[in-house]
């Protein structure tokens, strides 16, 4: 819980002389006498003691799960205990983005990391300093797309629908075209993706692994959008390339993505962070701040705003990259997390993901949990479900356990590095029960 530091009407008082003001009705003079608003139906204020004790009642209300097997693009990992005491140090913590970067060189520096370690993990060449989150970054990378003559976009119908809905909401406020690809078997639709480029395709995204956990075949999407001369931008959880091709290897132009896993909590949805990468040929259309490095006037490394004039974004209709919430300091999360496991330790949560992951789907298939898809998948797989899902779900919420996400009348399922075998005998053993197995 935060301070709690009330003003003291003594205080009002001299904040409002400092002003040359007497009272808060000379504050909001200004304001239209009618449209003021007198009073609001509020509860009298409470103590510290008394506030404490609400909050605390609140919370007690929420249902702490022990087991999770659930994502559906908000992932539980491991969290170094590093990760929370470099990022909560004053220096960082803010609620509010600092806007005048370029006169702190600390704040450079953590952004400078931050780029060339998601430039190495995407295999792309420039990264800006983040978006809000994943759907926010695939809507602003189509804008980057977009030509004079070139201006529809495709996208994959097995990526993430809250994604999905968040492009089209982007591309209905400027009359772009947007065609979503049906699905087959869980992956996206290779001919039906075919069929609909053209001439004035800009952009084709696909997520991999997409909404469905599977492994879309990357290398025919990149080859079908290129051979007309539109762009590919590739979604993709941050801990699947710690073992899976990236973005680059598989030649997309831009690479975007949910940077959540990379040492944020599932904290109620937020605050989360998109990550934005490209290839150097795209560079000067990333929105957003990018830090570079240069040399000072007595030749010392040192770092700057770079490509852009700062907030050259914020240009009504045009406006893109609006951050106000401190979306630096998500970014630093990510990169001390990545700094703290460094490759190996990526690697070992992508394997450890995915092993349990594929060890679940087999226990599963022995009660009827049939997997919907015969493609490859990483740590997430849709199944068929012998008992209804919701009450499924039910069940194992009664048992403590937050089970898969009813999809498509089947469950998505997910393992992370903290599902360990004990958990998941358990999962099973309980289902086994619900089933009647």
């Known amino acids: 819980m935060g301070s709690y530091i009330p003003a003291t ?49 609140l919370a007690a209300k929420n249902q702490q799960f022990r087991s999770i097997f659930r994502g559906a693009g908000a992932y ?51 990264s800006n300093a983040s978006v809000y989150d994943g759907a926010t970054a695939a809507a602003e990378a189509v804008f980057m797309c977009q030509e004079r003559k070139r201006t529809s976009v495709i996208l994959s119908g097995a990526a993430d629908p809250q994604t999905i809905a968040v492009v089209k909401t982007y591309c ?45 075949d990357m290398d025919a999407v990149v080859a079908a959008a290129h051979e007309v001369g539109a ?12 073992l899976l091709k990236t973005p680059g290897e598989y030649g997309a132009d831009i690479a975007v993505g949910e ?55 914020i240009r009504r209709e045009k406006a893109s990259s609006n951050i106000c919430s401190n979306e630096a300091l998500c970014a630093m999360t990510a990169s001390v997390y990545l ?4 490759p190996k330790g990526l690697r070992q949560v992508a394997e450890s993901s995915a092993a349990h992951a594929h060890y679940l789907a087999g226990e599963l298939a022995k009660l009827g949990f049939k997997v919907r898809s015969d493609k490859p998948f990483f740590h997430e797989f ?22 898969g996400l009813p999809v498509d009348g089947g469950i998505l399922w997910c393992c992370t590095e903290l599902n360990s075998k004990a958990e998941i005998d358990e999962l099973v053993s309980i289902l086994g029960e619900v089933c009647g197995k």
Do not use: W
């Open 231 to 242: 762009k590919v931008i590739m979604g993709a959880n941050p801990i699947s390339l710690g």
């Open 339 to 342: 700094a703290a496991m460094g």
């Open 76 to 126: 539980r990992h491991y969290i170094p205990s590093i990760v929370k005491t470099v990022t909560s140090k004053e220096e960082f913590l803010t609620a509010y983005t600092p806007y005048q970067a370029e006169i702190s060189q600390g704040v450079l520096q953590s952004i400078f990391e931050y780029q060339t370690q998601l430039c190495e993990l995407t295999g792309m060449d420039v």
């Open 382 to 403: 849709l199944t068929d479900s012998p008992v209804e899902p919701e009450a499924l779900c039910a069940a194992l919420a009664e048992r403590g356990i937050l089970g």
């Open 9 to 57: 009407g003594e205080e009002r008082q001299k904040m409002l002389e400092a002003v040359g003001l007497s009272s808060m009705d000379d504050l909001f003079s200004v304001v239209p006498e009618e449209v003021r608003v007198k009073s609001l139906n509020l509860p009298e204020g409470l103590s510290e003691l008394e506030v404490g004790q609400k909050v605390s009642g």
């Open 259 to 313: 940077g959540q896993p990379l040492g944020m909590p599932l904290a109620f949805g937020g605050p989360y962070l998109g990550y934005m990468t490209c290839k150097k040929a795209m560079m000067r259309k990333l929105p957003g701040r990018i830090v570079g490095e240069t040399t000072d006037d007595q030749g010392r490394r040192c770092f700057v705003l770079t490509l852009q004039a700062r907030e050259q974004h």
């Open 172 to 216: 209905e406020s400027r009359s772009v075209p947007v065609t979503v690809l049906p699905v087959d078997g869980c992956a996206t639709d290779l001919e039906a993706l075919k069929a609909a480029l053209a001439k004035d395709t800009a952009a084709v995204y696909v997520q991999s692994p997409n909404y469905y956990g599977v492994i879309e």
